[in-house]
């Protein structure tokens, strides 16, 4: 429920701070116009002087507020749900080999109950699949081997939960595009059909804007992507440890037991 709340409170923030952007956008563009009226000798350098990302806003008014306007929305939540997962998978992440020290020189020193004492000391999921080890020693070691197992699925459903969900906006993102170019298309020669003449300021216009999605579906996708691969790298090397480590307590065990 916390990452719920945690992921929500991202996007509001995000879709907050998008919409303050686009309202800004808005207002810059009247006033551009406002400007082109009274003096259009002018309108050519202010084009020119756009930034980039007054470029990009502006595109992005022009490309219509349905289909961009979910096309954000995917950006918001993949971006929101990407930014909770690094944060946990950074929080997860442990200096195994200091650890699995630790947990040696605990087990020789003070017996289980001291290797037990540093892995509740410790944060991460390869700490607490120690622990569920060292629990089970006294039955035995299958049976801690069988613990360590189990709840080594548990830690690695952990780590890859609401990753799906970047994947599904990473897919759904350009094909909202697509749909919102098709329908562009469709009005364009909608209009051409009513104004029963080929003019090519027309077909020009209307093809633009329905590019328009196009272009930012593939844009947001790009960007959840490069995110989306990083936790998946993030991931495998979070198991990695977990799988070497869990092989090291099994032989701390078994030394312990001689």
Known sequence: ??????????????AFGTANAT??????TAATTVVTTQD???????????????GLKKRF?????????????????????AIERIIFLNLSTT??????????????????????????????????????????????????EKAVVAYGGVQMGQLEKNVSWISLFIALAPMLGFMGTVIGMIQAFDKIEAAGDMNPTLVAGGIKVAL????????????????????????DSIVNDMEDSSISLMDMLIKHKK
């Open 40 to 54: 259009s000798d002018d309108a050519a350098p202010a084009d020119e002087e756009l930034s980039f990302h007054q």
């Open 61 to 81: 008014i022009e490309g219509g507020p349905g289909f961009m306007g979910i096309v954000l929305l995917c950006l918001i939540l993949g971006l929101a749900i």
């Open 23 to 28: 309202t800004s956008a808005t207002v810059n």
């Open 95 to 144: 200096n195994t080999k200091k650890l699995t020290q630790n947990v040696e020189d605990a087990l020789a020193s003070g017996g289980v109950e001291a290797a037990k004492e540093v892995c509740r000391n410790t944060k991460g999921p390869i700490a607490s699949i120690f622990y569920q080890g060292l629990d089970r020693t006294d039955e035995g070691i299958e049976a801690a």
């Open 1 to 14: 429920m916390k990452r719920l709340f945690s992921i929500l409170a991202i996007a509001g923030m995000m």
């Open 212 to 235: 328009l999605t196009t272009v930012f579906g593939l844009i947001v996708a790009i960007i959840l992507q490069i995110f989306y691969n990083y936790i998946i790298a993030k991931i």
